[in-house]
């Protein structure tokens, strides 16, 4: 079964941006609805974005206007614009494809 894979993660600090990227072979993410969840230590899972197979984006509240998704390439790796970043962004974020297959996920830390 393709699995994704995430990258991007690392440290930065409040008020700095990051890229997260989620990619697969194949085309599991052109042709399926792809979702960004992320945990925090202690919490429950927090929905984060999706791009459905035709385009359309969702958003959680906690991150609309802050986060964008995007897809691109032959392959429709996924990526994760997040801008503004607050301490409380700081989990671990996973993508995925829904009903299907998830990645092992890339830390964020956003910390002064």
């Known amino acids: 079964q393709v699995q994704p894979v995430e990258s991007g993660g690392g440290t930065v600090k409040p008020g700095g941006s990051l890229r997260l990227s989620c990619a697969a072979s194949?085309?599991?993410?052109?042709?399926?609805?792809v979702g960004w969840y992320r945990q925090a230590p202690g919490k429950q899972r927090e929905f984060v974005a999706r791009?459905?197979?035709?385009?359309?984006?969702g958003y959680g509240d906690s991150v609309k206007g802050r986060f964008t998704i995007s897809r691109h390439g032959a392959n429709g790796t996924v990526s994760l614009w997040m801008n503004n970043l607050k301490p409380e962004d700081t989990a671990v974020y996973s993508c995925?494809?829904?009903?299907?297959?998830w990645g092992q996920g890339t830390q964020v830390t956003v910390s002064s």
């Open positions: 194949g085309s599991l993410l052109l042709n399926n609805a």
């Open positions: 791009i459905t197979s035709g385009g359309t984006v």
């Open positions: 995925g494809v829904f009903g299907g297959s």
